[in-house]
DNA sequence: CCTTGCACTGGAGTGCGCTCCAGGCGGCAT
DNA sequence: ATGCCGCCTGGAGCGCACTCCAGTGCAAGG
């Protein structure tokens, strides 16, 4: 089975080395393995959790979270529903954002709008200065 | 013209009372105006800008960026051109905010999807564990 | 008069998520 | 043999955006 060094997976990852260590002293990830030097060989296996990591940190999970769910994955296949609720309640979280995102994103676009019109008002109206 | 307590502020903003102290210590709300003790009045101008904080805030623009907008802001009128590229700029920033958001959701509902395949899976043929 | 509440100040502290550092090791290309 | 590269460790440090604190002040209500 492939197994990949820390460069290769900070490569495929988009995580730095030093997030990596990091994440598997806290244990985020598993003890990886390592070859005779010492050095970390990470297996598909642990390639694929980080690309579950990085979807859930991308979307705003705190890390003690992704710890919970972590640990619920290391307890087995009885934690299946579980994890589930996990991922559906930050499911609903991320779309809560999303809206969140457009609703803010709206208000910079009127403002965006408003300063157009302010110099469009400008080009038709020379020397009539208007407030803010 | 109507004027707001600090209190009020808090109310309708939805910053906390130490975060606008600090945004008017940082440069972000220009010197808010005192009654007779030395407590704050907020304008109807101050909130109306706390509003646009309020956007940039939740849609990531960092405290230097909206600072340099607030400075644009005081220059005068002639910044508009300016104020209408940043905030465009940034505009686009959350447009690819929420598209990534979006991906990273589908990874999200495809491994919710997975374990639902698991368990349905394992309601059919009982007995017959996988893995992972 | 006294409490309660809201607000004031400058400065220190917090929490999160990394990020950097010094000092060292093993392997390989020149 | 000598670099140099990639990696190792434990621990310290950082940047951001607040958040909290101690000590004080005014003002209105019981």
Known sequence: MAV???GQVVEETGFS???LRYYERIGLLEPI???AAGQRRFTEEDVSWLGMVRCLRDTGMPIAEMLRFAQLVREG???IEERIKLLEEHDRKVEAQIADLRQKQSGIQRKIQYYKDVL???DMLPGCEQAS
Do not use: G, K, Q, V
């Open 4 to 6: 990949y060094t820390p």
């Open 17 to 19: 080395l030093d997030t």
């Open 33 to 35: 393995s390592r070859n």
């Open 77 to 79: 296949e009885h934690t």
């Open 120 to 122: 469009a008002m400008r």
